[in-house]
């Protein structure tokens, strides 16, 4: 059974930095793309970052980029997302996804495994 858990949500004021983690098991996790994704309250879910299998490419959300830093450890059979310089808009639960084809893609419908979130709240 694939399971991902996401960790390392919580509450930061505006400017901090939060690093989110998310361990995958029941899954080779060296041959899957990883994303994250975020939900905000009565928005649809959008794209934040993604790293393919190897760790080589990466590809970010302009809202995010220069600021969120994603990476893995395949050893470590995870996937972390470093957010610096965090702004209240980036409040949302934060998900991440496997999936399984070659290319990096950013639409949520196309991933296989999604972990149950973590909630990141960036006060003023």
């Known amino acids: 059974q694939v399971q991902l858990v996401e960790s390392g949500g919580g509450m930061v004021q505006a400017g901090g930095s939060l690093r989110l983690s998310c361990a995958a098991s029941?899954?080779?996790?060296?041959?899957?793309?990883m994303g994250w994704f975020r939900q905000a309250p009565g928005k649809v879910r959008e794209f934040v970052a993604a790293?393919?299998?190897?760790?080589?490419?990466?590809y970010y959300a302009d809202s995010v980029k220069g600021r969120f830093t994603i990476s893995r450890d395949n050893a470590k059979n995870t996937v972390y997302l470093q957010m610096n310089s965090l702004k209240r808009e980036d409040t949302a639960v934060y998900y991440c996804?496997?999936?399984?084809?070659?290319?990096?893609?950013?639409?949520?419908?196309?991933?296989?495994?999604w972990g149950q979130g973590t909630q990141v709240t960036v006060s003023s």
């Open positions: 996804a496997a999936d399984r084809t070659l290319l990096i893609r950013i639409t949520p419908g196309q991933y296989d495994y």
């Open positions: 790293i393919s299998r190897s760790g080589t490419n990466t």
């Open positions: 029941g899954l080779t996790f060296g041959s899957y793309n």
